[in-house]
């Protein structure tokens, strides 16, 4: 990942949360249905979290899964120091800073998931890192993944920003918030829908499907058998 996503990101870390549900309209709905759609039948699955930033989406998990093994990995140091501050005292957590495009991850995981994170990747290493997940799962592991899609057309991604727009309008952001917001939303790099499945299916996951959709939001998952 380039370095100005790194120092975007820890500039921000202070405000990533009270952020969060003002520029994300459904993020209620898309941790729900990762947590839920997180499944294994082991005890103390092993668990990993791509993009972690300040833990949000592990702590759903967590609720579900306390006596899980979580390991956190994220760029930026900042938002990992919010993370390991909200899971204080826990030992069953491990926090990697570093870009998980390149990491030489050891050992296997039950669950892999990844929040709003991905689609900053140039679209080979998206399909790079699908193929290095599917390679990390146990066998019936799964993978999730909350992020943002390009619209299948021109008009269906007006129709998109035009529907995000409004939502932050009405939401109680400052002039100087939204200036950052849309900043750092210079850095995505969104692929389809359709791609996305694509590229899942083609490596091997099995199960491929969308259990969530809100114009540009997605909860995709995929299994390793």
């Not at 990995?73 to 990697?96: C, G, H, P, Q, W």
């Not at 943002?148 to 400052?174: A, C, F, M, R, T």
Request: net charge negative.
């Amino acid at each position: 990942m380039p370095k100005d996503i790194k120092e975007q990101f820890n500039q921000n870390a202070e405000l990533y949360d009270s952020q969060r549900r003002l520029i994300i309209p459904c993020l209620d709905e898309l941790y729900n249905i990762m947590a839920e759609q997180a499944h294994s039948d082991l005890l103390r699955p092993k668990i990993l979290d791509l993009g972690a930033g300040t833990g949000l989406l592990t702590k759903h998990i967590f609720d579900r899964y306390g006596n899980a093994e979580f390991t956190l990995v994220d760029l930026s140091e900042e938002m990992l120091k919010i993370a390991e501050e909200r899971f204080v005292d826990r030992t069953n957590f491990k926090y990697i800073i570093g870009d998980y495009i390149k990491y030489d991850f050891k050992g296997k995981y039950d669950i892999i998931c990844s929040s709003l994170s991905i689609h900053h990747l140039k679209h080979q290493d998206i399909k790079f890192l699908y193929g290095k997940i599917y390679q990390m799962l146990n066998k019936d592991g799964v993978f999730l993944n909350a992020d943002q899609v390009l619209g299948p057309s021109q008009s269906n991604e007006e129709k998109y920003q035009k529907n995000w727009h409004e939502k932050i309008d009405d939401k109680s952001l400052q002039e100087e918030e939204k200036e950052l917001i849309l900043e750092r939303m210079k850095l995505d790099n969104p692929a389809t829908l359709d791609d996305n499945l694509k590229w899942l299916k083609k490596i091997g996951f099995v199960d491929v499907d969308v259990y969530y959709k809100y114009y540009n939001f997605v909860v995709l998952y995929g299994k390793r058998i």
